[in-house]
């Protein structure tokens, strides 16, 4: 099992709007992939693989070879595998015992040194499907039956003093024991060690809802916390802090994703909650997954929200707004959780999720989606709800196949819709966050100069900016880099003037100084415009050498009138295709 190294992607999220760019306030790791269209594959209880629990190497790797050759047939590019249900493994550990769900007994091998995990991540990187390790970090047993059925190679017989047995009847690690958290992070390093996985993937089992026996663990490491609740959303969070900090000195591009219940928390409940009415991760699961967004202590989160627009105690809608405000401003992604299993498990023909119903509902949160601005995917749970004997397979593979992002404003601007839809994958724009892409508005030096550090990924140290750019603006950094590396002159007396609206010919201008010090461009000849434009007399003189270079290789042109229009301000939708054009 040679681990392959994995290039260090990182994307830096940019948020423009009319009045500014929000900052991001940390490196933003990417998936391989744009738009994550992902599948939980669940194995507890045998869910989604193996179809039944055996040792037979040949079984599971047919099983295998079905799961991923389904999930690659129905159009999904990222799968969140289970690996460990429950305590377990569905692959070689040192730490935890083979799964009972893999084989029909806990701690009992494949045969022939067969390693599922490792056939299914090559099966799917064959296919370009990211595999991402799911693993359930506190759940020790799935079921009270398991209790009985533990083996001595089982994390509640080697350390009984972690295992609490809880209100339902399953075993748990105590989120409060140190060594608890130690484990889970311990396990996810051997996974990222051992196995070329594409990220490592939590879902929503923290605290178990309901009364949770650890008051004398409270008691002893409680310390200066005076409420319990606070203390255990305080051992989530360091869980979820170790374990990135685990994770990215191993690998840097190992995608860290969180999927919890879809409520953080209910309005009534907590001033900054939804408008819901629901279980809340927050206070049920003591899961405080707001702040582990805004403190970017993770890379992408799925909230499941496994509900209808216009439920009245969880409202799709409602609540995927809630997210989608919730993440503006910081680096981590935006995936969106949806129960495509309540179409295919749905009997009542009354029910918003039965047959047709249920997939115009997924087409209508689709569409929502769409019109949301941090939305950078969707996750459906679970790939075995989408039965290959009926409609219902098609229909997702239909829904897959459409494009996630559609701003509603592009569509009268054919010329520029495939650039900024690269654009905005790439993070460099982003939409007006009501749907629209704002394509006629214009754009302001500080928000261009921005872009284009951005895009060609420039950062020097710099002594100096201009007199008007001061430290405290979201722009100080991205132009006192094109300050220092000679891109931005900027006007007399030191002046940049970073509110003022871009011209297209100094957007022409600090193009060209980037790309003749990549050299890209040659040098122009300011007597060509003249042949060109008829209103080449009014092109500035310092801008006549770069707009003749850039007109001449094809990186800005002329409007129908035959004009060039220098002193006419640049729309976003003509920054959108000319930064797309230098990023080829």
Not at 378 to 404: E, P, V
Not at 564 to 583: H, Q
Request: proline share 4%; glycine share 8%.
């Amino acid at each position: 099992m040679t681990r392959t190294i994995k290039a260090l992607c990182v994307i830096v999220g940019l948020i423009c709007t009319l009045q500014a760019v929000i900052p991001t306030t940390g490196e933003k790791v990417s998936a391989k992939i744009d738009t994550i269209k992902g599948v939980w594959a669940a194995t507890v209880f045998s869910l989604d693989f193996p179809q039944k629990p055996t040792t037979d190497p040949d079984i599971l790797k047919k099983d295998a070879d079905a799961l991923i050759d389904k999930a690659n047939r129905l159009g999904y590019n990222t799968l969140y595998f289970q690996v460990r249900p429950s305590g377990d493994a569905f692959y070689e550990s040192e730490i935890f015992p083979w799964s009972e769900y893999l084989t029909g007994e806990q701690g009992l091998a494949p045969q022939n040194g067969f390693d599922p995990l490792e056939y299914i991540i090559d099966a799917a990187h064959k296919k370009e499907i990211e595999l991402h390790a799911w693993i359930n970090p506190y759940r020790i047993t799935a079921s009270e039956k398991s209790n009985a059925t533990q083996t001595e190679q089982s994390i509640a017989k080697k350390y009984p003093q972690l295992a609490v047995k809880h209100s339902d009847g399953k075993l748990y690690l105590n989120p409060g024991e140190p060594e608890s958290n130690k484990l889970v992070v311990d396990g996810a390093l051997e996974i990222i060690r051992n196995y070329d996985v594409d990220g490592i993937h939590i879902d929503d089992y923290f605290y178990p809802s309901g009364a949770f026996p650890d008051s004398e663990t409270f008691t002893r490491y409680g310390g200066s916390f005076r409420d319990i609740g606070d203390w255990r959303r305080d051992n989530t969070t360091s869980l979820i802090k170790a374990l990135r900090d685990a994770i990215k000195a191993e690998d840097p591009s190992c995608i860290f994703s969180v999927s919890p219940s879809g409520i953080w928390a209910n309005k009534k409940s907590h001033p900054e909650g939804s408008d819901s009415s629901g279980i809340q991760s927050y206070f049920d699961n003591y899961a405080d997954t707001r702040l582990w967004v805004k403190e970017n202590l993770i890379d992408v989160i799925i909230p499941q929200i496994y509900w209808n627009i216009g439920y009245e105690i969880a409202d799709f809608k409602k609540i995927t707004n809630w997210w989608n405000d919730t993440v503006r401003g910081t680096s981590v992604r935006l995936c969106i959780g949806q129960g495509t299993y309540r179409v295919s498990d749905e009997t009542n023909p009354t029910s918003v999720w039965y047959g047709e119903n249920g997939q115009a509902e997924l087409k209508s949160q689709l569409k929502l989606l769409n019109s949301l601005d941090n939305i950078h995917g969707y996750s459906h749970y679970r790939l075995g709800s989408a039965a290959d004997n009926g409609g219902f397979a098609d229909f997702i593979k239909k829904l897959n196949t459409q494009k996630l992002r559609s701003f509603t404003d592009t569509e009268g601007y054919p010329w520029a819709e495939e650039a900024i839809e690269r654009l905005y994958q790439k993070g460099i724009v982003n939409g007006m966050g009501d749907g629209t892409f704002g394509s006629s508005r214009t754009v302001t030096r500080a928000d261009f100069t921005i872009m284009l550090v951005r895009l060609t990924e420039q950062n020097v140290p710099f002594a100096e900016n201009f007199a008007d750019v001061t430290e405290d603006k979201y722009y100080y950094k991205e132009i006192g880099i094109a300050k220092a590396l000679g891109y931005a002159s900027g006007r007399e007396n030191n002046i940049f003037d970073p509110l003022g609206n871009i011209t297209r010919e100094d957007m022409a201008t600090l193009a060209y100084r980037v790309l003749v010090k990549e050299g890209r461009i040659g040098e122009g000849n300011p007597e060509i415009l003249f042949k060109k434009f008829p209103d080449a007399n009014e092109i500035s003189e310092y801008a006549r050498e770069a707009v003749a270079a850039m007109t001449e290789d094809g990186y800005l042109g002329g409007y129908e009138t035959g004009e060039f229009k220098p002193k006419g301000l640049a729309t976003r939708a003509e920054t959108a295709v000319f930064l797309d054009r230098i990023s080829q």
